[in-house]
């Protein structure tokens, strides 16, 4: 990476490396499965079986598309972990209603869509956050302090409490019982899959955006491995011929 870019800048133009691309698209999508493997629980052939397997497979079918080419796919990727973080909410959100409505036997259409509505609006409410957080700088400021990973821990935890809660709140006036431990630990990937959505869909615009930027910035970007390594064997040769001719004419000054 070479040309200077604005702080901004620096903070969105942060891509996977393409080495990593294929090992986080197979951990992202094991974690993934699970929510799915909930919902197969009986009756196994339910609506909600159904949507979470068939975003899985989609998001499956998609990351064994970026995996043919990683080094092609950086930027692509980054809207793949957005989408991504959709999807996971999807799948948990799934599961939940699947451990509501056929294994705890809850009848009240009232629970779901409430369940559902609580999630649209931590949405929205991430997005205001993070829009927010941009035009002020807080991202920057606070990792400039090192108190940027403080802050999304405690953002995230705040939100895991207030989304486990209402949970506790549904278990107990809807006589659920056991499955609220479940719920609950579906509800903390259903949120850390909406700030994912926010944070990478939005870093993707961004991108798309100013690729002229992120180009002159990362010139390799979009380049095989092969002609990767070739650049950066043809900078350090480069950078070594300076020196090598110095040394030159300082042995012939010595010489005299």
Not at 152 to 178: E, M, N, R, S
Not at 182 to 188: L, P, R
Request: hydrophobic share 50%.
């Amino acid at each position: 990476m070479s040309t200077k870019i604005s702080e901004e800048e620096q903070f969105h133009f942060r891509l996977i490396p393409a080495e990593q691309i294929r090992g986080g698209i197979v951990c992202f999508l094991f974690i993934m499965l699970i929510p799915v493997l909930v919902t197969l629980a009986a009756p196994m052939m339910s609506v909600y079986f159904y949507v979470a397997a068939g975003v899985w497979v989609a998001m499956l079918l998609w990351g064994m598309g970026l995996s043919t080419d990683p080094y092609r796919a950086e930027v692509s990727f980054v809207l793949y972990l957005g989408i991504y973080g959709l999807a996971l909410a999807i799948n948990c959100q799934a599961a939940i209603l699947k451990m509501m409505y056929d294994m705890a036997g809850v009848e009240s259409i009232g629970y779901g869509v409430s369940s559902v509505g609580v999630m649209l609006l931590l949405l929205v409410a991430f997005y205001i956050l993070h829009v927010r957080a941009l035009r002020q700088r807080a991202y920057q400021t606070m990792e400039r302090n090192g108190k940027l990973g403080k802050a999304g821990k405690a953002a995230f935890l705040l939100a895991g409490i207030g989304y486990t809660g209402y949970y506790i709140i549904v278990a107990v006036a809807g006589d659920l019982g056991g499955f609220v431990m479940g719920m609950a630990a579906f509800s903390v990937l259903l949120i850390l899959g909406l700030y994912m959505a926010i944070v990478f869909i939005h870093r993707y615009i961004f991108i798309r955006n100013h690729m002229d930027q992120l180009k002159a910035h990362y010139p390799v970007l979009g380049l095989p491995k092969e002609k990767r390594n070739a650049a950066y064997l043809n900078k350090m040769n480069q950078g070594n011929k300076a020196p090598v001719s110095q040394r030159k004419s300082k042995k012939r000054r010595g010489s005299l």
